[in-house]
């Protein structure tokens, strides 16, 4: 349950000055081990259908040795690449994403069940609004 008073909270309180902030150097390109965080239903950017918006976790433990910039506490990425929508092509996606993370599959899926699931995940860098920043380029099996 969110707390009404913190709700209408407009004070905004960091650790640091921001004034300071840098962009993080993004998770260096590879294949990685990940599990499965959340995973929602989203309507995309175009606003013309769904997508399953799947939060992923990577491990401090399976960076680089030489990325010491990353989060110590993980590094969480959403992918957004897998349509909900009922025709041929977003099937078929589904159906990959449902066997590289080995979820189970019929004619219902229920999103909450890709929680806690594994997977490898290909991770790319790329330049967004000005700034490098990782994404998942594809999803493997583990």
């Not at 939060?55 to 993980?74: I, L, Q, R």
């Not at 066997?99 to 890709?114: R, S």
Request: charged residues 25%; negative net charge; proline residues 8%.
């Amino acid at each position: 349950m969110v707390d009404e008073n913190l709700a209408e909270d407009t004070i905004i309180e960091y650790s640091e000055d921001i004034s300071d902030a840098e962009p993080p150097v993004p998770l260096p390109p590879g294949t990685y081990s990940a599990s499965i965080r959340a995973s929602e239903k989203r309507l995309n950017g175009k606003q013309t259908g769904y997508y399953a918006a799947t939060t992923f976790f990577v491990s401090p433990d399976e960076y680089p040795a030489d990325y010491v910039d990353g989060n110590p506490d993980g590094t969480t990425i959403i992918y957004r690449r897998v349509s909900v929508e009922d025709n041929p092509m977003a099937r078929f996606g589904m159906r990959t994403f449902c066997e590289a993370v080995g979820a189970k599959m019929g004619k219902n899926i229920d999103l909450n069940n890709f929680v806690g699931l594994e997977a490898r995940i290909e991770i790319t860098n790329e330049m967004w609004e000005g700034f490098p920043r990782h994404q998942i380029n594809k999803v493997l099996a583990p």
